[in-house]
C-alpha cells in the first residue's frame, strides 16, 4: 500500500499514423515500465491518424519522461505530450 500512494497521476496525449498494432505497441511500451493505464482513449481522425489520451499513475517525471521517449520511438507516433 505504502508505494501507491508514491505514485504519481499524469496524463499523456499523442498523435500518431492509424495502423494495426499501434495501440498494442504503445501499451507494450507502457507495460515494460511496470505502469499502471488508469484510462485510455484513441480516436481515428479523418486524415489516418489517431489522437491517443493516456492517465498513468509513474513514481515520477524521470519514469513518465522515459516513457514518452519510448513511445515516441514507435512506429507512426508524430508527437507525445504531457
Known amino acids: 500500500m505504502g508505494a501507491d500512494?508514491?505514485?504519481?497521476?499524469f496524463q499523456n496525449s499523442g498523435r500518431s499514423l492509424d495502423r494495426v498494432g499501434l495501440v498494442r505497441d504503445i501499451t507494450t511500451v507502457v507495460a515494460e515500465e511496470k505502469?499502471?493505464?488508469?484510462?485510455?482513449?484513441f480516436a481515428n481522425q479523418d486524415n489516418?491518424?489517431?489522437?491517443?489520451?493516456?492517465?498513468?499513475?509513474?513514481?515520477?517525471?524521470?519514469?513518465?519522461?522515459?516513457?514518452?521517449e519510448k513511445i515516441e520511438g514507435?512506429?507512426?507516433?508524430i508527437s507525445v505530450n504531457r
Open 35 to 41: 505502469v499502471n493505464i488508469t484510462g485510455v482513449s
Open 74 to 77: 514507435v512506429r507512426g507516433v
Open 48 to 68: 489516418h491518424t489517431t489522437s491517443t489520451l493516456l492517465s498513468l499513475e509513474t513514481q515520477g517525471l524521470a519514469q513518465l519522461s522515459r516513457i514518452m
Open 5 to 9: 500512494r508514491s505514485r504519481l497521476s
